[in-house]
């Protein structure tokens, strides 16, 4: 979406050295909205009631903001959030903050905008398993939102509205406020010396994190192997491109707020950020898919990996998840 306005000091290879990020300034891109459904406080307001109501699913039972809560950085607290008749998830719900920043959806990336993303759920049979269409209809009963409908885009509520009011709503969710934007907007006292100790270890080319977390939002937004044992049935982005070559590669997610959406991987296999990072210091798991290389044993010690998932703590947005606009 754009080039990143983030301007990363060099990193000096002495994983000890504290002085790692200096002059920095964080800035995310200006959210870009499409032509046709720019923001509006009219078209925000619907787009937060339709995210946080039932209607969207068949039985009335479960809202986008079942599965991604403001609290978790709009995210789920289980490894698959079941669908409605308590059928079963098959991915983990991923955060939601920052995805007016993602160049495509869905973690094989088959869905190019937030406003075609938004059917995807409302259709899957083991998420809402329900019709926009028929969504559109139960809401002609509802005059509140045939009110604010109109007002938002000048017609009472249909596919088109229910679409483009999630995605501006969607695209409000900013998370910038963590302990390390401040630290780099120069509070040194914002983050502690365990966080600045990871953060350290994090840009530096030993554990080369960054090369699949850079940028703003932490991700590079390719696609990638994980280095896990195994998949199960999910096979990734060939799920899109049907290409062997892209079998069990998935979009780097964004590490911002990480410590709050546990479980992790695509699969929630991996119940806390030590795991994770245990993982990663091992060098993953070998299972024939992974592109040589890519993931290396690092060998840190427990103290150091200690100080990695401090400096992941410290990317977490307590003014972003405690929002008053998500009440």
């Given at each position: 979406?754009?080039a990143?306005l983030?301007v ?8 000890r050295?504290?002085d ?5 300034a964080?800035?995310?891109p200006?959210?870009i909205?499409?032509?046709g459904?720019?923001?509006t406080?009219e ?9 946080f109501?039932?209607?969207l699913?068949?039985?009335s039972s ?19 959030s ?9 991915r983990?719900a ?11 959806f869905?973690r094989?990336?088959g869905?190019?905008t937030?406003?075609?993303?938004v059917?995807v759920?409302?259709?899957e049979?083991?998420?809402f ?7 559109a209809a139960q809401?002609q ?6 009110r ?5 885009y ?9 679409t ?6 969607e695209?409000?969710?900013?998370s910038?406020r963590s302990a390390f934007?401040?630290?780099l907007?120069?509070d040194?006292?914002?983050m502690?010396?365990?966080?600045q100790r990871?953060m350290?270890?994090?840009?530096s080319?030993r554990?080369?994190c960054?090369t ?5 939002n932490?991700?590079s ?5 994980n280095?896990q044992?195994?998949?199960?049935g ?6 899109v ?7 069990f590669?998935?979009k780097?997610?964004?590490l ?7 479980p992790?991987?695509?699969d929630g ?8 990072v245990?993982h990663?210091?091992?060098g ?8 040589e290389?890519?993931?290396k044993?690092l060998?840190?010690?427990?103290a150091?990996?200690t100080?990695?998932?401090?400096f992941l703590?410290?990317?977490s947005?307590?003014a972003?998840?405690n929002?008053p606009?998500?009440?």
């Amino acid at each position: 979406m754009g080039a990143s306005l983030l301007v990363w000091a060099c990193a000096r290879h002495d994983v000890r050295s504290r002085d790692l990020l200096t002059g920095a300034a964080l800035e995310f891109p200006k959210v870009i909205h499409p032509d046709g459904n720019e923001f509006t406080q009219e078209r925000w307001e619907l787009g937060k009631r339709l995210f946080f109501d039932p209607v969207l699913s068949i039985d009335s039972s479960l809202s986008c903001g079942t599965c991604h809560k403001p609290a978790l950085a709009f995210s789920d607290s289980v490894a698959f959030s079941p669908g409605v008749h308590g059928r079963p998830g098959t991915r983990n719900a991923p955060s939601l903050a920052n995805v007016a920043f993602h160049p495509y959806f869905l973690r094989e990336g088959g869905v190019p905008t937030l406003e075609m993303q938004v059917l995807v759920p409302i259709q899957e049979h083991n998420e809402f398993a329900h019709n926009i269409v028929d969504i559109a209809a139960q809401l002609q009963h509802r005059e509140d939102l045939v009110r604010l409908s109109q007002a938002a885009y000048g017609r009472g509520p249909d596919a088109f509205t229910i679409t483009r009011s999630l995605g501006v709503f969607e695209r409000s969710l900013i998370s910038d406020r963590s302990a390390f934007d401040r630290y780099l907007q120069g509070d040194r006292r914002a983050m502690t010396a365990a966080q600045q100790r990871g953060m350290s270890l994090f840009f530096s080319d030993r554990s080369a994190c960054t090369t699949c977390h850079s940028g703003p939002n932490f991700t590079s937004y390719r696609f990638e192997h994980n280095a896990q044992d195994t998949t199960g049935g999910d096979v990734g982005r060939m799920r899109v491109t049907n290409d062997s070559a892209d079998r069990f590669l998935f979009k780097v997610p964004s590490l911002r707020n990480v410590a709050l959406t546990s479980p992790y991987m695509h699969d929630g296999r991996y119940k806390n950020l030590e795991e994770v990072v245990a993982h990663y210091s091992a060098g993953g798991q070998r299972n024939g898919y992974q592109k040589e290389g890519k993931i290396k044993p690092l060998a840190l010690s427990r103290a150091q990996q200690t100080d990695l998932v401090e400096f992941l703590s410290a990317l977490s947005d307590t003014a972003f998840v405690n929002d008053p606009r998500w009440k």
